[in-house]
C-alpha cells in the first residue's frame, strides 16, 4: 500500500472508536463484547464501517459522525 491509498483510507473512514480489553477481567468478555458491538453496527448503523480487531483492542471505523458519536455513548 503506498502513501496516496493511506491517505483515501484515512479519509474513507475518519472517525475512530478504540475499544481495549484494560480494565475487563477476562478475554472471554472481551470478545463478547466486541461481538456485541459488531451485530449493533449491522443493525444500527446508516453509514459504512469496519472493525479491526486484535488480541487486546479493536478498532471500529465510521464514515459518519452520527454512527461514532451513538456507537461511543453505547460502548465506551
Not at 9 to 38: C, E, N, V, W
Not at 43 to 50: A, E, I, V
Not at 59 to 66: A, C, L, P, S, Y
Request: proline share 1%.
Amino acid at each position: 500500500m503506498n502513501s496516496a491509498q493511506r491517505r483515501k483510507a484515512q479519509r474513507a473512514y475518519p472517525h475512530l472508536i478504540t475499544i481495549s480489553i484494560h480494565g475487563m477481567d477476562m478475554y472471554f468478555s472481551y470478545d463478547r463484547k466486541i461481538s456485541q458491538a459488531r451485530k449493533w453496527c449491522k443493525k444500527q448503523c446508516k453509514g459504512d464501517w469496519k472493525v479491526e480487531s486484535y488480541w487486546d483492542y479493536a478498532v471500529f471505523k465510521f464514515t459518519e459522525h452520527k454512527d461514532a458519536t451513538i456507537f461511543a455513548l453505547k460502548w465506551i
